[in-house]
């Protein structure tokens, strides 16, 4: 017997065990599968804020550029998002104004235009806790411009020449150091990475060692901080504050104290992407290291201009060091106005939601 009941006691307990491993398992089941409903439903979220994002930014490009070119930019607006899938309730009527858009197309009367675009999503397993509907938006800033106005890039004559003759490389670093690439034939070797600043020429022209500097608005000291530099490069590869042409024959102050990654950035930034054309100053090829008693702005002499069509950036498009591009102009162009218009690829570009700087469009 008390074999018998020592059995029946251990059947007992491993039929209890099993019961609570059927129902741990149960529950573990239900928590995987909420788990997974809840990932699917936040993916579902994630990707549907970008597509609106995508498409309130090539709504408020296509209504800015058409705009530009007088035509109608909320029949253009209307028209591309319709084409792209949306619904007319994605986009209209308009809710909000200024930073508080959440749908349709607005003129900020300063040369830029703000979108929205908003829908409500039905959820899945979100619905099982009471939440049915999620909140789909996307926004986009942007100005009517012509994408291809000078950037203040400098890109060294033998490179262009180079290309003009057809030796390789084809392509090559514009902006930003490349081990591999040299962007200048002399330098310091410390400074350059391809960018100069327009709002800055060096007096007189002739004196390399640019004892003294003529300044451009929105300029407002002499000399300028280091931070309303790098603002002054940031805003130009917006095309804000930037319509300044220097002349063949002017030297600029080169861009300094700023990292690859950091110049890389704020030409993404600007909104240039890969295939858009951008117009450079052509330099001598000497980046001038003025004697000590002149000071530090180093230099670059403007000998003319080119066109580059931008390939690709280094090392990858979410963390780039350096601009490729290509030569896209079959000679170097002693004026701007010597650049034939469909030479430049005209498009407005997007720029930051909240940005507060001056836009003279």
Same mark, same amino acid.
């Given at each position: 017997m008390n074999a018998w009941s020592r059995t029946? %006691?251990?059947?007992?307990r491993r039929e209890a065990q099993r019961g609570q491993v059927l129902i741990i398992l149960a529950f573990g089941l239900v928590f995987l599968a909420a788990l997974v409903g809840l990932m699917i439903d936040v993916g579902i979220y994630t990707t549907n804020n970008i597509? %609106?994002?995508?498409?309130a930014a090539v709504g408020c490009v296509t209504a800015a550029e058409a705009y530009r070119r007088g035509g109608s930019a909320s029949g253009a607006f209307a028209d591309i998002l319709q084409q792209n899938g949306m619904q007319p309730a994605t986009y209209s009527p308009n809710e909000g104004t200024g930073l508080t858009l959440t749908r349709g197309l607005e003129n900020m009367g300063d040369g830029s235009w703000r979108a929205a675009v908003t829908w409500q999503q039905p959820t899945g397993f979100l619905g099982i806790v009471g939440i049915r509907e999620m909140t789909i938006r996307g926004r986009s800033r942007c100005v009517g411009r012509d994408s291809g106005g000078l950037a203040p890039i400098a890109v060294r004559q033998s490179a262009v020449e180079d290309s003009l003759y057809g030796l390789p490389p084809e392509e090559y670093s514009i902006l930003g150091r490349d081990p591999s690439w040299d962007l200048a034939d002399v330098e310091s070797g410390t400074n350059f990475r391809g960018a100069v600043f327009l709002h800055m020429w060096c007096v007189p022209?002739?004196?390399p060692n640019c004892p003294n500097i003529r300044y451009f608005y929105p300029l407002?000291?002499?000399p300028p901080t280091a931070q309303t530099q790098k603002r002054l490069v940031e805003d130009c590869f917006r095309g804000i504050n930037c319509s300044i042409w220097p002349g063949?024959?002017?030297r600029l102050p080169i861009v300094?104290?700023?990292s690859?990654?950091?110049i890389c950035h704020a030409f993404q930034d600007g909104g240039w992407e890969v295939g858009d054309k951008v117009v450079v100053i052509v330099f001598d090829g000497e980046v001038y290291d003025p004697d000590p008693t002149y000071g530090?702005?180093?230099?670059?002499a403007v000998v003319g201009y080119a066109v580059y069509e931008i390939t690709q950036f280094e090392p990858n498009p979410n963390n780039c060091n350096n601009v490729i591009a290509r030569l896209a102009s079959d000679r170097i162009y002693d004026s701007l106005d010597d650049i034939p218009a469909d030479v430049i690829l005209l498009r407005s570009r997007e720029i930051s939601w909240d940005y507060g700087g001056s836009i003279p469009w």
């Open positions: 029946k %006691a251990f059947l007992s597509i %609106a994002h995508n498409n022209s002739t004196d407002t000291e002499a063949v024959d002017q300094a104290g700023t690859d990654n950091q530090n702005w180093e230099n670059v």
